[in-house]
């Protein structure tokens, strides 16, 4: 019923940048903790950002300062703008949300996943 549907992701050059989307069905994505979490080849997932529902938010040291996570209340969606793309943010990014924990993030469960969107950077 709770569902998370992510939009393509892309390839883009180096030092370039591109915008992720997640829609969420069943449920209010301002009512919850949401998260996008990536994994690269060869590598453990990696919880990169997430934004309870105050709007406070985290980031990773890794994109801090290059990436934004946002909230479309209007198209019930999370998204992530990703700029100054390096290689090693070539991964499969998955959006997620905890739908049990009350809207915030500590302590979190993401129990809702979407399916998954490849992003590849090059030179």
């Known amino acids: 019923q709770v569902q998370l549907v992510q939009s393509p992701g892309g390839s883009v050059q180096a030092g370039g940048s591109l915008n992720l989307s997640c829609a969420l069905s069943g449920a209010t994505v301002s009512g919850y903790c949401m998260a996008w979490v990536r994994q690269a080849p060869g590598k453990e997932r990696e919880e990169i950002t997430y934004?309870?529902?105050?709007?406070?938010?985290w980031y990773a040291d890794s994109v801090k300062g290059r990436f934004a996570i946002s909230q479309d209340n209007a198209e019930n969606t999370l998204n992530l703008q990703m700029n100054s793309l390096k290689l090693e943010d070539t991964a499969l990014y998955y959006c997620?949300?905890?739908?049990?924990?009350?809207?915030?993030?500590?302590?979190?469960?993401?129990?809702?996943w979407g399916q998954g969107t490849q992003v590849t950077v090059f030179s």
């Open positions: 934004i309870d529902k105050e709007g406070s938010i």
């Open positions: 997620a949300a905890d739908i049990v924990n009350g809207g915030y993030c500590y302590p979190y469960e993401f129990s809702v």
